[in-house]
């Protein structure tokens, strides 16, 4: 189990020796010491944690910043929450108080990693997908969303539309706009069915998501977008569907 810091409180008396101050991410916690980087193996670094009695060693990343100093990386575990913790630094020179400061660190992981859906213009579907809050802060799962289409190849259709009209200037500049602006699918919206709500560090949900999609999708043709879910941006490809020609029945009944 990995264990968590404990927050620094506020009075607590350190030593007279100047403090070494990490500032980070959980992993990703660095300072630079005084000390040579042929001296680094034997650096140390303890970290008050919660629930026990005394401090405990932390796992300490070192590399040589020049030839008398070096930077020490602490990874603490992920999910630490953000705020000021008390440590001790050991080096071959004696020891040093620390003070290690946790930023913020949002991190939600969606699953599908890409959304690939199948749609029809004017149409919705529901979509199921798995939220874990790998970070140390709380997560906000929204109950609604939108956000834009826009054809797989419709920027390259656009430029080449530029290129070959046959006027310059801002001319040129407007046919590739008007080109880019019918490439559009229009705004996907969202309405988040379950899972709503914050979604707290370590917890994992599922979610029901109805996407309404806009009559402005044409048949046969690819959108991309991203849909932006609290830090992550999830990539989406919507094919739709071209409709089959309908048949023609004769005066018997059978199609022709």
Not at 5 to 24: D, I, K, L, S
Request: glycine share 10%.
């Amino acid at each position: 189990m990995a264990a968590v810091a404990r927050p620094a409180e506020a009075g607590e008396q350190g030593t007279t020796a100047p403090a070494v101050h990490f500032e980070g991410t959980p992993t990703a916690l660095t300072a630079v010491v005084d000390v040579p980087p042929s001296q680094r193996k034997a650096i140390m670094v303890d970290v008050q944690l919660s629930d026990l009695d005394s401090a405990q060693p932390v796992r300490t990343l070192t590399a040589p910043v020049a030839d008398t100093r070096t930077q020490v990386r602490l990874m603490l575990a992920p999910g630490t929450p953000p705020g000021s913790y008390h440590g001790t630094m050991h080096t071959p020179q004696g020891d040093l108080p620390a003070v290690i400061r946790v930023q913020d660190r949002p991190h939600l992981i969606v699953t599908p990693t890409m959304l690939r859906i199948a749609a029809s213009p004017g149409g919705s579907v529901t979509q199921h997908l798995t939220v874990a809050n790998a970070g140390n802060v709380p997560c906000t799962i929204g109950r609604a969303y939108a956000f834009g289409l826009f054809e797989t190849d419709g920027l390259d259709r656009a430029v080449g539309a530029g290129l070959l009209a046959g006027t310059g200037g801002l001319d040129r500049v407007a046919t590739i706009a008007d080109s880019l602006a019918d490439s559009h699918g229009g705004l996907v919206r969202v309405t988040m069915r379950e899972g709503a709500g914050v979604l707290d560090p370590g917890e994992t949900r599922q979610l029901v998501a109805v996407l309404q999609f806009s009559d402005r999708l044409r048949p046969g043709q690819q959108y991309f977008s991203n849909w932006r879910l609290a830090d992550v941006c999830a990539p989406v490809l919507v094919d739709v569907a071209t409709p089959r020609p309908k048949t023609r029945q004769s005066k018997s009944g059978e199609s022709q």
